[in-house]
Nanobody
């Protein structure tokens, strides 16, 4: 069974930084897409950043310039470096990975930014 495990969330003050990690196990095939999403209660899950296996990346406007997504294809891992964090970044962050056949989600990691 495929498993995605996120880590690196936590409580940080405004202006601080966090690095989220996500490791996938038992995925077969090439992972074409790796992304990070976030969700707050009562709102839809939204894209934060994504990285395709051709090297292209995509960021939400709200995090552009403050966040960097990177991937380690050999280890089936994806990372999200977040800097200059704001209270509005508070959310549960989910890792997402896709192959040509399947779509996988992690269980989420809480990020809380205090003002």
């Amino acid at each position: 069974q495929v498993q995605l495990v996120e880590s690196g969330g936590g409580l940080v003050q405004t202006g601080g930084s966090l690095r989220l990690s996500c490791a996938a196990s038992r995925i077969s095939g090439s992972i074409s897409y790796m992304g990070w999403y976030r969700q707050v209660p009562g709102k839809q899950r939204e894209l934060v950043a994504a990285a395709a296996n051709d090297g292209s990346t995509n960021y939400a406007d709200s995090v552009k310039g403050r966040s960097t997504i990177s991937r380690d294809n050999a280890q089936n891992m994806v990372f999200l470096q977040m800097n200059s964090l704001k209270p509005e970044d508070t959310a549960v962050y989910y890792c997402n990975m896709r192959t040509n056949k399947s779509n996988f989600w992690g269980q989420g990691t809480q990020v809380t930014v205090s003002s």
